[in-house]
């Protein structure tokens, strides 16, 4: 196993050079500049003042190659020390990220737990209470919920909990308090999504003549169904809910804005509009970074949930018997 | 069974791990002020520099509660009154000006001296300091003040900062040289680029001096601490020379990126000034309370169209400009926003009243389509389609647009990109097939020398006058530092008269000759109609009863001070 | 060869099947027919709008709900918006047809050959796949609108391109669990080649999943539009899209409800129906006479 995961790795690491170098290409290719972006934006002069030009680019980096500039940013990402961003000069980029990515995860995390609560009892019970009522009406209700934007979702929980009933702040990161709505958009739409794979999963499952072959025993059919069901439904769960948890911790920008949460995602779409190179970069690897390791997290939980995985051709565990053959 | 329970076991040390990561990585940042008396929640444009010499919105903030400068807006905003400076006389010739500057400390307790304000002018005209936007905004106001030396300071054709007219003759006293009289400039002190910056700590922490607990400040208020993207909260700087006059004991800042929910944060009472978006004001006019509560200040922005460089020269043609100029029906244009009027006029008439006499225009379709067939596009046939180029979806431009086919029989269209494509695009050259403006906003000025000599200023004619065929010989001296004097050379005929006529005014010392002068030059500007006005925004904001002090002003992107504010906020 | 005949058969009563177990399914087979209804309503857009979608009238801007024979009002320019809700029901059904079709073959393309012969092939080509997961989208789509525009088909093209690896690494994962059945080992037995198997064994097992992702892609899809519209990248107006109109309806959702909530139920029956659809799919495409 520690073969499989230290040429995961490797892969890890030659895979985020590659995102490096890409993002670094797309990011020159992608029209518009920092310097001249945010003079625009913030209502600066209409024309620059040419005098200043050469001093500008020297600034951003513009006068040396672009290989060199690469190169200088790649080592910074080594040394751990990437400099400032453009656009928060007195913030470095992994300063930003270190003090800004604990809550955008924090948020995902719960969000997901939120998800996880909710979908898995329900989607098991529909699942087992097949086109029932006990089927069909949560998962309406829990389908509902997916029909919403997140935004969306969350615009309408400010409007119910926060206007309409004053129970909660509409903004502001001051609190626990602060984190309840948030959560709730992410984790209710994530929920949906989640309900339909448990249920759709565990249906798979149920029809699996191994289950039907301990029905056949004479087992008690909840110990059946806790112990074979439940079990190797999770494994399409899993698949699932890793890359959800990444996506969720990389993708949530609008619930940041709409709540005024300090997180990471705001800083990535604001270094991707106004091209500010070394906080896109960072944030980019980072976020690449997180998505590679949940993979590989989740490949690690596939073989311990199903032996066929670990075993099988081109499972972890097989590595060893493979090299164990003359 | 083992494999079940292990993983079990395996998933309920991974849920409470989880939840423990999650809530302790959490970061809260709890000091608001909540509502006790004598506090003021405000939503403020979410900031990402307080230096006063990066043009940002953070320079706002600067000059509005953290720093104090030479001189202060005075209530009415069209004048002075003594700040750091608690005198100062010109010279007879109106060229000098010598400020006394009265005894005061910075928040550290270290005395405010003449040598900071130096010091500080000159980090803003080094041209190796130029951050984004500090030489291309905050700077550029420096050309229109007129000090001796500054604009070749700036451009790296003077190195002697000995030859720049700013002089601190001693610990309290600063001298200013001006190369011209200009009637403006003590108003002009009042900019953010102009205030004072702590010499000893920035040389100190160079990059982290805007952290709060790095925080000195000579202003009103000091950041006591700031959540970068969230919030940011202020608390009375105990060094203030005036701190009697400090009425507040906080104040907090929500820092947003999505201005558009400030109503629904004023309504459930999370912030008790916001600046209104447009949707909402018709619905807080309608309701009793609220409308009470709803402040305006007049033509805070002017909306307007910029004339794009094309190879096809359909828009070199004055007679097509002016065409399009006329025909564009601002009546009905302003029904697609309920905080927008007409604008006739580059210099807006609400502020100063006879502007559109002077130096406007008056539509009028006939001659619209008259001035096409002159042109040779008799009913719009031949004319390409006319675009505007914007970097989010407006209303009023697809009302503009709308306007134009109907009214010449043309066809127009909104381009709407995204905001680095939008920025690279408008100083290219366009395609043979694409014609047309980028539409613009920009922030109110207090006076005619103002709006003429800084807004829409020769140097900025001159480019936009530069033709098709000169173009790329523009980006190319550009690219090499001499785009400014190559615009100069290639300037159009009526763009040159007018740069000489703002030179004539600004040289005149007679303010109220001067103010005639500049409204030539204004009125000769409108006529090339290479600048077009479309509409005012009249800005709205909303204070919650129980604050007091809040002097709206004409002229800054945040027009009021934090300094005269109370509030009896918090005591039911 | 009697195999060949008998595996025909097989595969043709395993659709009658399932099309006969998505019958019973009510609440499928009432989203079908809805999804279908709203097709033939995107295609009718022309007929079936009582305005053009771009006819502005300034002298009824904002007009609520039944007023100036308007049934749900007009927008900021006076357009109507019933007509544009209809108009942008065939924008979004182009961006989310585009984009699950432009997802799916490259998925299919990547994920089969990855899954069903792992070693080295796969590691290769989930690396490719992994970064195409960590790419900034962002930036992505703003290239790939730069050159081929803000057209329906653009936007449609850039979400397939950026979000098929979610559908890849399922399809991969699905090549990966079902290559270790019985019938696969079977069907070696029997002499069939990698592609037979892969394609006529272990595909039309995996096609249950891949059918509900793609009836979730189509949401998916429309709602990621409207997350790009957010941002200033969805497709270009004046064409009507209901991430457009979202985004602008829910800055005047107190003001003028009326621009906002049609438009969202519309949006959420879409979102719905499509699903239930790829439920019922799913439930019909399990139980295989095995």
Redesign the interface.
Known sequence: MLLFVGKRLLRIVLSLIAVSIITFLLLQAAPGNFADISRIISGGAVTSDSGATAALQSRYGADVPLVQQYLKFMWGVLTLDMGPSYKYPSLDVEEIIAGAFPISAGLAILGTLLALVLAIPLGALAALRRNTALDHAPMFLITVLHALPSYLFGVMLVLIFAVGLGWLPTSGWDGPQNAILPVMALGLTAASVLARYVRSSMLEVLNEEYITAAHAKGGRPSTVVMRHALRNSLIPLVTFTGPMLATLMTGTVFIEWLFQVPGLGTYFADAARTRDMPLLMGTTLFFALIIMLTNLIVDLLYGFLDPRIRFGEGGWASWRRQRSKP | MTLRSTARRRAAIATGLSLVVALSGCGFSDDSGGGKPGTVTMEYTNVSSLDPQRVSWGMWLDASALFEGLVVPNKKGDGVEPGVAQKWEPSADKRTYTFHLRDSKWSDGKPVTAQDFAWSYQRLLTPSNSQAGTTQGAASYLPGLGLKGATEFLAGTLTDWSQVGVKAKDDRTLVLTLATPNSDFLLGLTHPSMLPLPKHLLEAEPQEWQKAENWVGNGPFTLKSWTVNSSMTLVPNKQYWDKGNVKLSQVDLNLTEDPKQAGVHFTSKDADIVTLPQPDVRRFQQDDTLAKQLVSVPDSYSNYLAVLHSQNPALEDVRVREALALAMDREKVVKTCVDCRPSYSLVPEKSLPGARKAAGLEEDVKRAKQLLADAGFPGGAGLPQVRILASQPNAALEAIVDNWQRNLGISAAVDVVETGVYVERREQLQAPDYIGFYAGAFAAQPTWRAWTATQWDPTAMQVFSVSGADWPGYLAAKGGGTGLAYAKQHASPEITQFTEQVTEAGGEPDSAAAEKLFQQAARTRQDTYLVIPTTYVDQYYVVRSGIGGVDMRLGYLLPFTFKGVTSELGTN | MAEAAVEAVRAESQWRLAWRRFRT?Q?ALASLVLCVILVLVAILAPVLAPYHYAA?D??H?LAGYGESGHLFGTD???RDVLSRMIYSLRTAFLVAFTSQVAGLVLALAIGVPAGYL??RF??IL??GT??M????A???T??L??VVGSSSWAVGLAIGVATFA?LT??IR?QL??L??RDFVEAGRAMGAGGVTIACRYILPNAL??IL?TLA?GV?AAI?TE??LA????GV???TPSWG?M?S?G???????PHLLVPT?VL???T??AF??VG?GL??AF??SAR
């Open positions: 399914h609440l502005t300034y002298e801007v900021q320019l006076g792992g070693g796969d590691q989930m690396a992994d970064v997961f960590a790419f900034p962002y930036l992505f703003i290239i609108v730069t979610v690494r399922l994962g990966i669990a290559k270790v249950g999943p509900v979730f949401p709602i409207s997350g957010l941002l200033g990248l270009a107006p004046p457009g979202i602008e829910k800055d005047l959702m107190l003001a003028s969202t949006f959420g029956l979102v719905l699903s239930w439920d799913r439930d399990d139980v």
